[in-house]
């Protein structure tokens, strides 16, 4: 029953190291999309993900892999589609609603930054980072690596003047 | 003595899996060895009586002694105090009474009565050490969830990046993958060690804001 336990790993001997991990335990205050990540990251979110880029806003660009993934749409079309989410998030009446307004809008901003090197958005540069890189991490892979790089783009953003 | 940095709560998840029995109790007797034998050594080495013993065997002795107490869990609510300030305290009383057997065992000359003394902070340091052994509990379930769900590699970078500070660059370079795909599968990882950290910080404080838990530790880091 008393088993010797091990002493902690070497690198947590480094201060600096143990409080970075520490940090990272932070959940700050509730933002909107942290409920998109977590009905994602649920055991049927694939499934969820697939729903949800099959119904409007997103729908309407055709096939939303080829229209985002890919690049294959222009700049009206993003434009639209970050303006249709945004009224679908503020007309919402159900959560259903509320999140593919939500992705509709990260994935136009995400679109806009990989395939047209615009920041159609006025999120800090930091902010918009970890939303895009927090939405890849519970996206099938294809999206992960879609967002993936469209956070890495965020992070090497200019900060957008006040 | 000063006062404690964090407020006096009592701990729902100790209560209900004391309340359920004899598999209950085991579970928090593991989680108290687990987390707690880093900070108990931690002071230990830091104390007048560190003659007495072998570190790790003294604190074994301490966790068999006390943990199969019956009203030990109780005695520590009726206190209030914080859980590491009540073992430190329970593991003073302890230290006395493995000075007074040596003595009676004549393996040590007379013994005083004094206090168990600490050279320097004992409370700050049984925190920072309470706070490495929680990360380090918070990365081993990690590593283990990653592992169950075919995640090796996504900890992999995780462990490479956080704890070694290697650039998702060079993790990139080395694997043969993009640096933006190194940072989401790290991601990943992470959202795995933040829920485990975060649920054994909750066993801990009672406090439900694990978010004021983690700053106040922050500070004395």
């Known amino acids: ?162 | 003595m000063k006062e404690d940095v964090f407020p006096a709560t009592l701990n729902t998840w100790i209560r209900d899996q004391l309340v359920a029995g004899d598999l209950g109790r085991s579970e928090v007797n593991r989680h108290i060895m687990s987390v707690y034998f880093f900070p108990l050594r931690t002071y230990f080495l830091g104390t007048s009586e560190r003659w007495l013993g072998e570190p790790e065997e003294i604190v074994q002795g301490f966790f068999a002694d006390r943990l199969a107490r019956e009203g030990f869990f109780t005695e520590w609510e009726r206190s209030g105090k914080r859980l590491r300030r009540w073992l430190i305290t329970a593991f003073n009383f302890y230290l006395k009474e493995v000075r007074r057997r040596k003595w009676r065992d004549g393996r040590a000359g007379p013994v005083n009565e004094e206090p168990v003394s600490f050279k320097g902070d004992p409370e700050r340091e049984v925190d920072r050490a309470f706070v490495v052994s929680v990360v380090q509990q918070a990365m081993d379930r990690a590593t283990e969830m990653c592992r169950r769900e075919n995640l090796d590699r996504h900890w992999d970078i995780f462990e490479r990046h956080y704890c070694r500070g290697v650039s998702y660059n060079d993790i990139a370079s080395d694997l043969e993958i993009d640096a933006a795909r190194a940072a989401v599968m790290a991601r990943t990882a992470g959202r795995k060690f933040k829920s485990a950290l975060r649920d054994l910080l909750e066993k801990d404080a009672a406090n439900a804001d694990v978010d004021s838990e983690i700053m106040a530790l922050l500070e004395i880091m």
């Open chain 1, 1 to 162: 029953m008393f088993n010797p336990q091990p002493l902690p790993n070497e690198s947590l001997q480094n201060r600096e190291t143990v409080s970075r991990l520490l940090q990272l335990g932070i959940s700050g205050p509730r933002r909107p999309v942290d409920a998109l990540v977590e009905r994602l990251s649920a055991a049927d979110g694939v499934a969820y993900f697939r729903q949800m880029i099959g119904r409007a806003p997103i729908k309407n660009l055709g096939d939303p892999e080829v229209a985002l993934v890919h690049g294959r749409c222009d700049e009206v079309a993003v434009d639209r589609l970050k303006e249709a989410s945004k009224r679908l998030l503020q007309d919402a009446i159900n959560d259903t609603d509320r999140l593919a307004g939500l992705a509709g809008y990260f994935f136009a901003v995400a679109a806009a930054l990989v395939h047209q090197d615009r920041n159609i958005t006025s999120r800090s540069t930091q902010e918009l980072h970890e939303v895009l890189l927090e939405l890849a991490s519970v996206s099938p892979p294809v999206w992960a690596r879609f967002l993936g790089a469209a956070a890495v783009k965020a992070r090497d953003l200019p900060t957008p003047k006040k």
